[in-house]
C-alpha cells in the first residue's frame, strides 16, 4: 500500500497562495488527486492528474487552482491561488487506478490531510 504525506497547508488572508505538495512512498501511480473537506460538509473533489500528464478541476476551482506532478520525485503539487474563504478545509491527497475523475470512492490510498485556512 502507497503511504501518502500532504505537506504545504497554512493560514493565509482572501487572495492569497499556497501550494500544497503530496509525497508518495513509491512510483508507478496512475491517478493523484485532491479533495478537501469542511467542517459539517462532504469530502469533494478539486483536482486530478494523470501519469501521462491529463488533469482535470472541480469548476469552482478553475482558473485558481494548479496541479502538477513530478513523476522521478513521486510528488504531487496544488498550487492554489485568489483563495477565498470558502476554500478553508483540510485538503487530502488520494491515489486511484480507476481514471481521471474527481469521486472519492473512486480512491483507495489516502494520507492524513494538511489544513488550510483563509480569513477574510
Known amino acids: 500500500e502507497v503511504q501518502l504525506v500532504e505537506s504545504g497547508g497554512g493560514s493565509v488572508q482572501s487572495g492569497g497562495s499556497l501550494r500544497l505538495s503530496c509525497a508518495a512512498s513509491r512510483s508507478t501511480i496512475v491517478i493523484l488527486g485532491w479533495f478537501r473537506q469542511a467542517p459539517g460538509k462532504e469530502r469533494e473533489g478539486v483536482a486530478a492528474?494523470?501519469?501521462?500528464?491529463?488533469?482535470r478541476y472541480a469548476d469552482f476551482v478553475k482558473g485558481r487552482f494548479t496541479i502538477s506532478r513530478d513523476n522521478a520525485e513521486n510528488v504531487v503539487y496544488l498550487q492554489m491561488n485568489s483563495l477565498i474563504p470558502e476554500d478553508t478545509a483540510m485538503y487530502y491527497c488520494?491515489?486511484?487506478?480507476?481514471?481521471?475523475?474527481?469521486?472519492?470512492?473512486?480512491?483507495?490510498?489516502w494520507g492524513q490531510g494538511t489544513q488550510v485556512t483563509v480569513s477574510s
Open positions: 492528474v494523470a501519469s501521462n500528464g491529463g488533469t
Open positions: 488520494a491515489t486511484s487506478s480507476y481514471g481521471l475523475g474527481l469521486v472519492a470512492r473512486m480512491y483507495n490510498n
